[in-house]
C-alpha cells in the first residue's frame, strides 16, 4: 500500500546510546520531513531533504544526524541519546508545491 | 519572530453546536495555510491548505477560511467522531518550511 511508514512504532533506550528511527515513504515525494511532538512546544522541525543527498537543518537540530541516500527513505539517528530527547518523532513526505506534507504514524522514543 | 497562535487551546462541544477554531498568524511573506487533524496516538491528517486572502475550503462539516492575519476552522454541526486536535501551519517565505502552532483539543459530547 502507498504511504509513509514509521518503525520502530515504540522505542525505551537509555541516555548515551545511539538510536536511529526509520522513514520510508511510496509516493516518491522529493520532500522529506522529520518532526518532533512535546507538550506545550507542538510540532517543532528537525531536519528536511529536498532531494537525496540533500539535507539542512530545521529549528531544532542539535543532537541529530540525518541521511538520505535513497529518495523514499529518511532515517533520523540521535548518536548519543539524551532524556531531553524523549518525545514522539514523525516523519512526513511532501512536493515544492503544493507543499502539502503527509504525515507517518509517529515512533514513541523514551530516553532514560 | 515567525509564529503561529491557536485558539482556544480546548473547546467542548455538544453534538450539533457551531463554533470556530482560530488560528492568528505571523509570518514574513505567507505562502501557504495548512490545517491538520491529529486523533490521539496518530500522525496529522492533511484537511486543507488556504492561499490567499478571502479564499475559503470546505470538507463535510468544516469550512476554512483565509484572511491577511488569521485563519478559522469553522465547524457546523460537529458530531463526536469531529472530536480531535486541530493543528494550523503556516508556510513561511524564506526557507518555506511549515511552522505549526500548538494545536486546538475539541471534544464534542453526544
Known amino acids: 500500500d502507498a504511504g509513509i511508514t514509521q518503525s520502530p512504532r515504540y522505542k525505551i533506550t537509555e541516555t548515551g546510546r545511539q538510536v536511529t528511527l526509520m522513514c520510508h515513504q511510496t509516493?516518491?515525494?522529493?520532500?522529506m520531513f522529520w518532526y518532533r511532538q512535546d507538550l506545550g512546544h507542538g510540532l517543532r522541525l528537525i531536519y528536511y531533504?529536498?532531494?537525496?543527498?540533500?539535507?539542512d537543518k530545521g529549528e531544532v537540530p542539535d543532537g541529530y544526524v540525518v541521511s538520505r541516500s535513497k529518495t523514499e527513505n529518511f532515517p533520523l539517528t540521535l548518536e548519543s541519546a539524551t532524556r531531553s530527547q524523549t518525545s514522539v518523532y514523525f516523519c512526513?513526505?511532501?512536493?515544492?508545491?503544493?507543499?502539502?506534507?503527509?504525515f507517518g504514524p509517529g515512533t514513541r522514543l523514551t530516553v532514560t | 519572530e515567525d509564529q503561529v497562535t491557536q485558539s482556544p487551546e480546548a473547546l467542548r462541544l455538544q453534538e450539533g453546536e457551531s463554533s470556530s477554531l482560530n488560528c492568528s498568524y505571523t509570518?514574513?511573506?505567507?505562502?501557504?495555510l495548512f490545517w491538520y487533524r491529529q486523533d490521539p496516538g496518530k500522525g496529522p491528517e492533511f484537511l486543507f491548505t488556504?492561499?490567499?486572502a478571502g479564499e475559503e475550503k470546505e470538507k463535510e462539516r468544516l469550512k476554512a477560511t483565509l484572511t491577511k492575519k488569521e485563519s478559522f476552522l469553522h465547524i457546523t454541526a460537529p458530531k463526536p467522531e469531529d472530536s480531535a486536535t486541530y493543528l494550523c501551519?503556516?508556510?513561511?517565505?524564506?526557507?518555506?518550511?511549515?511552522?505549526f502552532g500548538k494545536g486546538t483539543k475539541l471534544s464534542v459530547k453526544p
Open positions: 512526513a513526505s511532501g512536493d515544492y508545491y503544493p507543499y502539502e506534507q503527509y
Open positions: 509516493w516518491s515525494h522529493s520532500y
Open positions: 531533504s529536498a532531494a537525496a543527498d540533500i539535507t
Open positions: 509570518v514574513s511573506g505567507l505562502r501557504g
Open positions: 488556504l492561499y490567499s
Open positions: 501551519a503556516a508556510r513561511e517565505g524564506s526557507q518555506g518550511n511549515l511552522i
